[in-house]
């Protein structure tokens, strides 16, 4: 855009609002009291274009044809603080161009539309543009915006796709996948086309989106939808902004979620955690199976697809990040996100994967992403940095409470019933963190009934859960003399070392004290779990030969499980 350009638009008919704003134009409302007043300012605009579709707020021009060049001091020297600003306050990436006449800087801000359904404020109040002033939006426009329904992008017409721009092997894979699913396997028999018909992926000769995103071939993909592909990356450290590896997946979806697992899978990338509890012994691992695929599948399928944007997955080795464009769908924010069933973006789409059963049933595969990942005893799911234009899901590696995963674990492997469902896990972490507020009272008077929570003392309605959590976390957290964490912190602080204990200090400087470390190196001296050399200040510890050549999650699980033989 050219200053050239923008003195031949006109306010009304170009979506383009001009403003002199030569000196102090207020960001947030300034010094008014009255909310009337208070809404002339920059925040203001930007929510009542975003309200009526997105435009243009030009700032340094006369608001009058020919919108002469008078300059402006807004934001100068200050654009990026100006962006984070105003994502911070309203959700919202509107972008910035400075441009130049004659020495005088014109700021130009391009702001997108809202989402479908949905609606910006300003200090709590919905605005509109009329004419060259803001007004509040009539309770009509808010309840016409609140009811408004996304088309399901996954059902149109793909224009120009045959069945010969389909991918045999994607195909084949979703043949399978449904005859297995609904335990037909005369479904692997049938044509093509009585399958694409019958899963609506056709219809008047016609294929759909649908079919596209989970059939076509690559290069009919890159050339319809270029954005439905899925790029994952690997980076050593969370600060680094360049990627160690990049993969771009432009496969049809029934091919490319293998190829994400096989990604996150490496070997090196997915390390494995043999935990042990007496007779229990089990592997975890950073990142399960089933909540990658469908946290991906979820992405894809909710995601906006009038964005030209891709999934995009951040793999580090203590946490992997999901993030795909477009906000939550109609209805559902973090707070409810567990409690409210959503319209998904591509309801067709989300019918096919349900159907061949790569998805949990509509509105379940967020509930099975927590529920998994909480039995593992890892932290919650995080999709705090979602806003209405991205949902971004965290998904950290650190087992926070291995006790948690035993206490599940024991008793699906048991032969007591029922077996414990998505509601059943979920519920009880709630009230192992005692979160006791809106829990379905019909699941906690089951687990109630079969003994894995028990009512505190003195109270009707307030659980913890049962003797037998509280053993497995007594356990977990010392051995005999020993504070396991500790124990822990030591032996991947001194692995691969010969150390002193000022060594031992710095690395630990954020865990232990000196006495702390001196105290417990003579513990485990003493258990020939380390050994020493030297005498005095000069004296030097390592793992001894038993220890010194286990992997970090072996090494821990090997010296925890000898003290726990000797001391419980």
């Known amino acids: 855009m050219t200053i050239a350009e923008l003195k031949q638009l006109k306010e009304s008919e170009d979506k383009v ?56 001091d807004f934001a100068n020297g200050k654009v990026g603080d100006l962006e984070d600003e105003t994502y911070a306050r309203l959700g919202i990436r ?34 509109m543009r009329v004419g060259e002033s803001l007004r509040n939006m009539s309770d009509e426009e808010m309840f016409s915006i609140l009811s408004e329904q996304e088309p399901d992008f996954s059902a149109k017409i793909c224009e120009g796709l045959s069945v010969d721009g389909l991918d045999e ?19 692997k028999e049938l044509s093509t086309m009585q399958v694409l018909t019958d899963l609506k992926l056709i219809a008047d000769a016609k294929l759909n989106y649908a079919a596209l995103i989970l059939l076509g071939k690559k290069e009919v993909i890159l050339q319809k939808l270029p954005q439905s592909k899925i790029i994952w990356e690997f980076r050593n450290t969370e600060t680094q902004t360049h990627h160690d590896s990049r993969v771009s997946i432009e496969d049809p979806l029934f091919l490319a979620i293998d190829t994400v697992w096989q990604l996150v899978n490496q070997p090196t990338l997915n390390k494995k955690h043999p935990i042990q509890s007496g007779a229990y012994i089990f592997d975890l691992y950073d990142f399960n199976e089933a909540v990658i695929r469908e946290a991906v599948l979820n992405a894809v399928a909710h995601r ?17 990040n999901l993030n795909n464009p477009g906000g939550f769908p109609k209805g559902v924010n973090i707070d409810n996100i567990l409690t409210v069933s959503s319209t998904p973006r591509c309801r067709l789409m989300t019918e096919i994967l349900e159907k061949t059963g790569l998805v949990e049933r509509s509105g379940q595969g967020v509930d099975k992403i927590y529920s998994i990942t909480l039995s593992e005893g890892k932290t919650e799911p995080d999709y705090k940095s979602s806003d209405m234009f991205q949902v971004s899901l965290v998904l950290k590696t650190e087992i926070i409470n291995k006790a948690f995963h035993v206490f599940v674990s024991q008793y699906q492997n048991s032969d007591r019933e029922p077996k414990l469902g998505v509601e059943q896990i979920i519920t009880l972490y709630k009230i192992h963190n005692g979160l006791l507020q809106g829990l379905n009272p019909e699941i906690v008077e089951q687990l109630d009934r079969i003994g894995l929570i028990v009512k505190l003392s003195g109270h009707t309605h307030k659980y913890t859960l049962s003797k037998e959590y509280q053993e497995l976390a007594k356990e977990e957290l010392t051995i005999g003399n020993y504070i396991v964490k500790e124990v822990e912190s030591l032996l991947l602080a001194i692995q691969g070392r010969v150390v002193k204990i000022n060594d031992l200090k710095d690395l630990l400087k954020d865990t232990l004290s000196r006495n702390q470390i001196k105290y417990l190196v003579g513990k485990l001296v003493d258990e020939e779990i ?31 499980e000898y003290l726990r033989n000797k001391y419980n």
């Not at 409302?29 to 309200?51: I, T, W």
């Not at 906006?304 to 992997?320: G, N, R």
């Open 17 to 72: 609002e001009f403003k002199a704003a030569e000196r102090n134009y207020p960001y947030a409302g300034g010094s008014h009291a009255a909310q009337e007043e208070r809404r002339k300012c920059f925040l203001g605009y930007v929510v009542a274009f975003a309200n009526e579709g997105g435009g243009m707020f030009v700032m340094g021009m006369a608001d009058k044809t020919p919108h002469a060049v008078v300059g402006t």
């Open 94 to 127: 509107v972008s910035f161009e400075e441009l130049y006449e004659d020495g005088k800087r014109v700021l130009v801000t391009k702001i997108p539309s809202r989402p479908v359904g949905k609606m910006l404020k300003f200090e709590g109040v919905p605005l």
């Open 169 to 187: 092997s994607a195909i084949r894979k979703m043949k399978e996948s449904y005859a297995r699913k609904q335990n037909n396997p005369a479904f």
């Open 304 to 320: 906006d697809y009038s964005l030209t944007s891709e999934v995009v997955i951040k793999q580090f080795p203590k946490k992997i």
């Open 530 to 560: 380390l050994k020493s050399e030297g005498q005095l200040r000069g004296t030097r510890y390592s793992l001894t030969k038993d220890f010194e050549n286990l992997r970090a999650d072996l090494l821990t699980n090997s010296v925890l």
